[in-house]
């Protein structure tokens, strides 16, 4: 499947790091070329680092020491107008879009966080979600592939909404769950259209969002001030298989698949890239 991209543009929210850089820099070796759009600005209740102007250019280079274009876009995913003008210029620019992977997202942890940081990541977890394909959609043609990442934590019973977890995890468990109900409704309604919808639903992925003291808190609680090192054997312990955090190369896969053509009859679907942490709370969906 090397170069099944090519001649494609894809729009990819935060790019500038994590996640999003790597779903960037994974499709532009497979032939896309990129819009890529971040924030490069710290939100003031994230909990953790998040990407900046040179972190953006950092993406920027990957992507075209690897020979593909790449036009990059500082936008809040938040402001539904600059994400129209990125998805405007990008288009612009390549003279299409085909891919879209709304990706951006903040988790504020603990129980010192201000109330607000729910609204915070409500507004850039699954409104931003929406801004991103509705700044899109005008471009999209018949083949095109909508990708959302959504999160096996927001899918495991209460592991998001307890106090010490405080009111952006909160946030965090109720968009990440609306990004599922979005996809599922969204590809019904674009599948006449030929435009497939799906979601991707990590498990630990080692980005800055996982591996900062808030979260180590979170996931030592019975430490005063725990390190990545206390952490880590705790951040494996969901996973059923032997891993204790997954690569975001590993995310990128998922992507990538649900991009290209391998996947074109695939919509819909809420794909889980959990190392299995999942099974223990879900059904294989067969009658009993």
């Known amino acids: 499947m090397a170069g099944s991209l090519s001649g494609r543009v894809a729009f990819v929210t935060g790019a500038g790091q994590g996640q999003g850089r ?11 070329d990129i819009i890529a759009i971040d924030i490069c600005a710290q939100i003031e209740s ?27 876009r500082i936008a809040d995913v938040r402001d539904r107008s600059a994400l129209i003008a990125a998805a405007q ?5 390549f003279g299409r879009i085909d891919v879209v992977v ?23 977890d699954l409104v931003g ?22 999160s096996m934590a927001a899918m495991m019973s209460q592991t998001m909404t307890s106090p010490e977890a405080g009111p952006g995890a909160a946030g965090y468990a109720y968009a990440k ?52 090192e206390d952490a880590e054997p705790a951040f494996g312990i969901a996973h059923q298989l032997p891993v204790v955090t997954i690569d975001p190369r590993d995310i990128s896969e998922a992507v990538y698949y649900l991009a290209s053509d391998a996947a074109r009859y695939v919509t819909g679907q809420q794909l889980k890239v959990d190392a299995g942490a999942l099974l223990v709370s879900t059904s294989s969906g067969a009658p009993a």
């Open 22 to 32: 790597s779903h960037a820099v994974k499709l532009a070796e497979e032939g896309a």
């Open 46 to 72: 994230a909990t953790h680092t998040m990407a900046t102007e040179s972190d953006l250019d950092e993406t920027t280079r990957l992507i075209t020491a690897l020979g593909r274009r790449v036009l990059p």
């Open 89 to 93: 210029a990008g288009y612009d620019e």
């Open 102 to 124: 709304a990706n951006a997202g903040i988790c504020p942890l603990g129980p010192d966080v201000a109330a607000s940081a729910f609204l915070d990541t409500v507004s850039v």
């Open 129 to 150: 979600v929406v801004n991103t394909v509705e700044a899109a959609f005008p471009y999209l043609r018949a083949g095109a592939s909508i990708i959302c990442t959504g």
């Open 177 to 228: 769950r609306g990004v599922a109900r979005f996809v599922h409704d969204a590809a019904l309604q674009f599948a006449p259209l030929s435009i497939r919808v799906n979601a991707v639903h990590p498990g630990n992925i080692d980005t800055p969002m996982l591996q900062n003291d808030a979260m180590y808190k979170v996931f030592r609680p019975d430490l005063p001030n725990p390190t990545r």
